[in-house]
T-cell receptor, first 112, second 113 residues
Framework: GEDVEQSLFLSVREGDSSVINCTYT??????LYWYKQEPGAGLQLLTY?????DMKQDQRLTVLLNKKDKHLSLRIADTQTGDSAIYFC????????????FGKGTHLIIQP | DTAVSQTPKYLVTQMGNDKSIKCEQN?????MYWYKQDSKKFLKIMFS???????INETVPNRFSPKSPDKAHLNLHINSLELGDSAVYFC????????????FGDGTRLSIL
C-alpha cells in the first residue's frame, strides 16, 4: 500500500532555514500536502502542490517536488519560535478510504 | 466563524460505554472525513463520506459508525468503547473529494478509563 516517510525530529537555530523532507511511494499521487500541528491543536493546512509542479513558494514557505524520486520537501525561511510544531507530509491515499495518507510527522525544534 | 467544528473537545468515559462525537462544517464542502491520531501522533483515515458514498477503511472495527444527517454534518458513533480507542479523533472536510485540500477540526481527545 501507500507509504509516506519523514524524519521524526529536526532541530534548527532561530533565524536559520528549516528543511523538512518527505518521501512517498504512490506514483499516482495528484496532490501532496504539508500540514502543521501545534501542541494540543488541530491540523493546519500550510500548503499543497499539484504533481505537475516542481516548486511552489508562499511567503516564507517553499515546497519542492521531485516526482521522479518521489521526494517532497518543505523549506521554512527565517525560522521563528512560533514555527515549533509537528509538520506532516500527506498525499492522497488510494487505500480503502478516500482520505489522505500521512507521514508520521517531523517535530521541528527551534534552538534560541 | 469556525470552519470545521467538533464537539466535545474532550471526552472521558468508561470502557463498554457508547459515545458520539459531532462534527459540523460551514465551508459548503461535500465530502467529510474522520481520522484517528494515536499516542505517537500517527494519523490514519477511518472514513470518508459524501452524499453518494461511504468509504470505510477496512481496519476500522464495526463498533465505529459514521452518521450524516445532512451535508454539513458527519457524526461518529462508537459502541462498546475499548481501552485502545483512546486517541484524538479529527474530522475534516473538502470539496470535490479525492485530491482536494482537506480542512481539519481541532480534534476530540477521547480517553477511556
Amino acid at each position: 500500500g501507500e507509504d509516506v516517510e519523514q524524519s521524526l525530529f529536526l532541530s534548527v537555530r532561530e533565524g536559520d532555514s528549516s528543511v523538512i523532507n518527505c518521501t512517498y511511494t504512490d506514483s499516482s499521487s495528484t496532490y501532496l500536502y504539508w500540514y502543521k500541528q501545534e501542541p494540543g491543536a488541530g491540523l493546519q493546512l500550510l500548503t499543497y502542490i499539484f504533481s505537475n509542479m516542481d516548486m511552489k513558494q508562499d511567503q516564507r514557505l517553499t515546497v519542492l517536488l521531485n516526482k521522479k524520486d518521489k521526494h517532497l520537501s518543505l523549506r521554512i525561511a527565517d525560522t521563528q519560535t512560533g514555527d515549533s510544531a509537528i509538520y506532516f507530509c500527506a498525499e492522497k491515499g488510494g487505500g480503502g478510504a478516500d482520505g489522505l495518507t500521512f507521514g508520521k510527522g517531523t517535530h521541528l525544534i527551534i534552538q534560541p | 466563524d469556525t470552519a470545521v467544528s467538533q464537539t466535545p473537545k474532550y471526552l472521558v468515559t468508561q470502557m463498554g460505554n457508547d459515545k458520539s462525537i459531532k462534527c459540523e462544517q460551514n465551508l459548503g464542502h461535500d465530502t467529510m472525513y474522520w481520522y484517528k491520531q494515536d499516542s505517537k501522533k500517527f494519523l490514519k483515515i477511518m472514513f470518508s463520506y459524501n452524499n453518494k458514498e461511504l468509504i470505510i477503511n477496512e481496519t476500522v472495527p464495526n463498533r465505529f459508525s459514521p452518521k450524516s444527517p445532512d451535508k454539513a454534518h458527519l457524526n461518529l458513533h462508537i459502541n462498546s468503547l475499548e481501552l485502545g480507542d483512546s486517541a484524538v479523533y479529527f474530522c475534516a472536510s473538502s470539496i470535490g473529494g479525492a485530491g482536494r485540500p482537506q480542512h481539519f477540526g481541532d480534534g476530540t481527545r477521547l480517553s477511556i478509563l
